[in-house]
C-alpha cells in the first residue's frame, strides 16, 4: 500500500530528527565519558602523588587502600588498585586483588625528582634504610618534596584501567582505577538517552504530522476549484492571487493549460464545422444529380431504380455525418437550438399514427393528453421522438404493443414510449446509450441507423435541460422516459 | 417567375438552374458575392436563392447589404457550415427560409412556391390537377367532388405530390418532406401512406383511374392530366 504524502512527511522528519538526535546523543556521550575520564586521571595522579608522600606501616597501606576507594568512589575495593614500591622498586604494599596481567615494571614510571636539599624534609623512618643514602633527615625546615606524576592506562583480565604514578626518590607508587565506574555512569546517560530520543521523535513526527496538513490546505483547496472548474466549463480560471506564493505558480500552470485545452477544443470544434461543410457540398452535387438523372431516366427504367437505390444511400450518408456533426458538437457544448413553442402532443399524435402506419401488427396505444406545448428546438426533438419510436419498432417481438404516453407537471413535461421486447440483457441495458453500440450485434441494416440513435437522442434531451433514460422494467418489456423542460432555458445549451 | 441564383459550387448551380428551369422559372446565376449583389439589388427578381459560403462576399454580408438597401424580394439560404448558427443568423438577418445541404432540387422548389405565395398574399390556396382539388387553408381534397378524408401526414403527402405532376419523386424525398429530414429511411412508412390514400379515393369512386402511379423501384408520381396545360 502506497504511504500518504503526509505521512511520509511525518515519518520522513522523524527519521532525519532521529539522525541528528542519534548524532548528537553520541557525541556528548562521547565528551562525557572523555571528561569523566580525564577527571579519573587527574584523581588518580593526585592521590598517587599524595600517597607517594606518606610514610606508612605496612599494615597502614591496607586502610589507606579503603579510604582511597570511598574517595575515588569506587562501588567496591576490587575496583581499585594500590601499589607502593621503595626506592629500589621492591613491591612494600601491593593490593590483594592486583589483577596478574599488570606488570608494574612496564609502567611508564615518570623519572625521579632530584632530591635535593628538600629530600631531609622527608622523615627516614617512615621508610625503609635506602642503600647508600647520604641524606640526614631533618625536621620542619624544607618545603614538601613534590613526587614527578604520569599516566598509565593498561588492560588486565579483560578490564580497563586507569592508572595514576607518583615517583619520589624513596617510593613509588602506582594507583589504579577500573574504567568499569566511568562506564557504570555512562550507562546511566545513555538509559536517560534511550528514553529522551524516541520520546522527542514522537513528538517531532506527530508534529510533523500536523504541519503537513497545514501545508497540504493549499493543494486541497486548489483541487476543490479544479473540480469546479471541470464541471462549470472550460473558460473559467483559477484565481491565482488568492494562493500562497509556492502555489500561484501551480495555479497559473493549471491555468495555462486549461487555456491549452480549451483551444483545442474549438479547433476540433472548427473542425468539425468544417469537415461538416466539406462533406455536404459534394453530397449536395450527388444528390441533385441523382435526383435530376432519376427525374431524365423513363420512368420505371432500370437505372432509374439503381438511381433510386443510390440515392437512399446518399440519404443515408447525409444523415449520418449530420448525427456526427450534432454529437461533436453536444461533446464541445457548442450545441445551438433554436427554441420555438413546439406542439408535443401534435407530433406525438402524428407518431403514433406513424406507428400505426409502420408497425400494422403491434398493438400501438397512445395516453397523450392535448396542449402540452413547450418550448424546445423542434428538428432535433422530433429527431429524438422518431428515434425513439423507430426503436419501439425494431427491436419489439412479433404481435407486440408499443405504448406512446406523455404528462406534464408545472416544470416538466414527461414522455414514455414503451414496448414489447425480447428481454434485454443486464449487459445491454448498460451499454444502450453507447455510440455504434447496438443490442443485436448483426450490424444487419435492415433498418436504418448505425447505432447512434440512443446516445445523440440523449444529447440532444440534454442540450434541451431535459434527459434520456432507460427505466428498468420486467423482463419483456422496455421504456424509455424522456423528460424535458416546458421552457428550456438556451442559456444551458449554449456555451 | 424570375429567380437569382448566388452559388459558387459550378456542379450545384447547374443541377439547381437546370431543375428549376424545367419547372418553369427563369434562372439568373452568379458564382459570387459581388456579382450577386449587385444583380440583386437591381431588383426585378421574384426570388433569390442565396449560399452562404461565396467568394468575394458571403451570403449573409449579401443578405444584410439587400435588406439595409430596403430591398424585400424574398431570400433562401443554403446553408452547408454549422446549419444551426447559420440557420439563426440567417433569419435574424432577414432570410425568409433556408435549406441545408445537402437538398432535393424539388424541395427548393416547393419551399420557393410556398415563399412566393406567402409574399404575393397567398393567390394559391386552392390545388387542382385533373378532378382533385385540394384547399390547403382548410386542409380539404376532393375527388369528383367527394370529400376524402385524409389524416395530417395523408395531407401532406398528397400535397406535395400535387406540386410538381409528372415528376417522379423517391420514397426518400416524399419521407423527407412529409416526415422529416431525419425519419428512418428505410422504413416503409410512404408505400403504406400511399396504399392508405389510393383506398381512400378508390372507395370513393372505384372506376376511376388512380391519380397516384407507382414507378417500380423509385417512387412515386402525380398522374399528368392528359390534355392539362399546367
Known amino acids: 500500500m502506497r504511504l500518504s504524502f503526509r505521512l511520509r512527511i511525518a515519518l520522513l522528519s522523524a527519521l532525519l530528527a532521529g539522525c541528528a538526535l542519534a548524532g548528537f546523543a553520541a557525541l556528548t556521550w562521547w565528551f562525557v565519558r572523555d571528561i569523566r575520564v580525564q577527571q579519573l586521571e587527574a584523581d588518580l595522579a593526585e592521590q598517587a602523588g599524595r600517597e607517594s608522600a606518606r610514610r606508612l606501616p605496612p599494615g597502614g597501606w591496607q586502610q589507606s587502600e579503603a579510604a582511597l576507594a570511598r574517595t575515588l568512589g569506587a562501588r567496591n575495593p576490587a575496583e581499585m588498585l594500590l601499589l607502593v614500591e621503595d626506592a629500589a622498586g621492591a613491591a612494600v604494599y601491593r593490593s590483594a586483588h592486583w589483577p596478574t596481567g599488570a606488570d608494574d615494571k612496564q609502567f611508564p614510571w615518570p623519572p625521579t625528582p632530584n632530591p635535593g636539599p628538600l629530600a631531609r624534609r622527608i622523615d627516614p623512618r617512615m621508610l625503609p634504610p635506602p642503600p647508600g643514602s647520604l641524606w640526614v633527615p631533618r625536621s620542619g625546615a624544607e618545603p614538601p618534596l613534590e613526587p614527578t606524576v604520569a599516566i598509565a592506562s593498561f588492560r588486565a583480565e579483560g578490564i580497563a584501567w586507569r592508572a595514576g604514578l607518583a615517583v619520589t626518590p624513596y617510593s613509588r607508587v602506582a594507583l589504579a582505577m577500573s574504567l568499569a565506574v566511568v562506564d557504570a555512569d555512562m550507562a546511566a546517560l545513555r538509559n536517560s538517552f534511550l528514553l529522551a530520543v524516541p520520546l522527542a521523535l514522537a513528538l517531532i513526527g506527530l508534529g510533523s504530522w500536523l504541519v503537513a496538513a497545514r501545508a497540504l490546505n493549499p493543494v486541497r483547496r486548489l483541487n476543490a476549484s479544479i473540480r469546479a472548474v471541470t464541471a462549470a466549463g472550460l473558460d473559467q480560471r483559477l484565481a491565482a492571487h488568492e494562493q500562497d506564493r509556492e502555489f500561484e505558480e501551480l495555479t497559473l500552470a493549471f491555468n495555462e493549460m486549461l487555456g491549452r485545452l480549451q483551444k483545442s477544443f474549438r479547433q476540433a470544434s472548427r473542425f468539425s464545422a468544417d469537415a461538416a461543410h466539406e462533406l455536404k457540398t459534394p453530397l449536395a452535387i450527388l444528390q441533385g444529380q441523382i435526383e435530376r438523372e432519376i427525374n431524365c431516366a423513363d420512368a420505371g427504367s432500370r437505372i432509374q431504380g439503381v438511381l433510386s437505390g443510390i440515392l437512399d444511400e446518399v440519404r443515408r450518408l447525409s444523415a449520418i455525418s449530420r448525427k456526427l456533426l450534432l454529437l461533436a458538437q453536444a461533446d464541445a457544448a457548442q450545441l445551438r437550438l433554436q427554441l420555438a413553442p413546439f406542439d408535443l402532443s401534435a407530433a406525438l399524435l402524428a407518431l403514433a399514427e406513424d406507428t400505426r402506419m409502420l408497425a400494422p401488427t403491434l398493438q400501438v396505444s397512445e395516453d397523450v393528453p392535448p ?122 445549451s449554449q456555451t | 417567375m424570375k429567380v437569382l441564383v448566388v452559388e459558387d459550387e459550378a456542379k450545384i448551380a447547374d443541377f439547381v438552374c437546370a431543375g428549376l428551369r424545367e419547372q418553369g422559372f427563369t434562372v439568373e446565376h452568379c458564382a459570387n458575392g459581388t456579382e450577386g449583389f449587385e444583380h440583386a439589388s437591381r431588383g426585378g427578381y421574384d426570388a433569390i436563392v442565396l449560399d452562404i ?22 431570400v433562401i439560404l443554403l446553408t452547408a457550415r454549422n446549419e444551426l448558427d447559420d440557420r439563426i443568423e440567417g433569419l435574424a438577418l432577414g432570410a425568409d427560409d433556408y435549406l441545408a445541404k445537402p437538398f432535393f432540387v424539388e424541395e427548393l422548389i416547393a419551399r420557393l412556391h410556398a415563399l412566393v405565395r406567402r409574399v404575393s398574399g397567398e393567390r394559391q390556396n386552392v390545388l387542382a390537377v385533373g378532378r382533385l382539388r385540394l384547399d390547403r387553408i382548410a386542409r380539404e381534397v376532393t375527388w369528383f367532388e367527394h370529400a376524402v378524408d385524409l389524416t395530417g401526414r395523408e395531407f401532406n403527402l398528397i400535397e406535395y405530390l400535387m406540386r410538381s405532376p409528372g415528376r417522379v419523386l423517391t420514397r426518400t424525398q416524399i419521407l423527407e418532406h412529409v416526415w422529416g429530414y431525419d425519419f428512418d429511411p428505410s422504413t416503409n412508412v410512404v408505400d403504406v401512406c400511399i396504399q392508405r390514400i389510393r383506398k381512400k379515393i378508390a372507395s370513393l369512386a372505384a372506376d376511376a383511374e388512380s391519380p397516384i402511379e407507382s414507378v417500380r423501384g423509385v417512387g412515386y408520381r402525380f398522374r399528368k392530366p392528359d390534355a392539362s396545360p399546367e
Open chain 1, 371 to 492: 396542449g402540452i406545448t413547450i418550448s424546445a428546438d423542434g428538428n432535433l426533438l422530433l429527431q429524438i421522438l422518431h428515434n425513439l419510436v423507430s426503436n419501439a419498432i425494431k427491436y419489439n417481438v412479433d404481435g407486440g404493443w408499443i405504448r406512446i404516453a406523455a404528462s406534464c407537471s408545472l416544470e416538466r413535461a414527461t414522455v414514455t414510449i414503451a414496448n414489447a421486447a425480447a428481454g434485454i440483457s443486464a449487459q445491454d441495458r448498460e451499454r444502450l446509450f453507447e455510440r455504434f453500440y447496438r443490442a443485436d450485434r448483426t450490424r444487419e441494416r435492415r433498418i436504418d441507423g448505425v447505432g447512434l440513435g440512443l446516445s445523440l437522442s440523449r444529447e440532444l434531451a440534454r442540450a434541451h435541460g431535459g434527459n434520456l433514460e432507460l427505466e428498468v422494467q420486467e423482463d419483456r418489456s422496455v421504456q424509455l422516459r424522456l423528460t424535458l423542460p416546458l421552457i428550456s432555458l438556451s442559456a444551458n
Open chain 2, 53 to 74: 459560403m461565396l467568394p468575394g462576399r458571403d451570403g449573409l454580408s449579401v443578405l444584410k447589404g439587400l435588406r439595409k438597401a430596403g430591398m424585400a424580394t424574398p
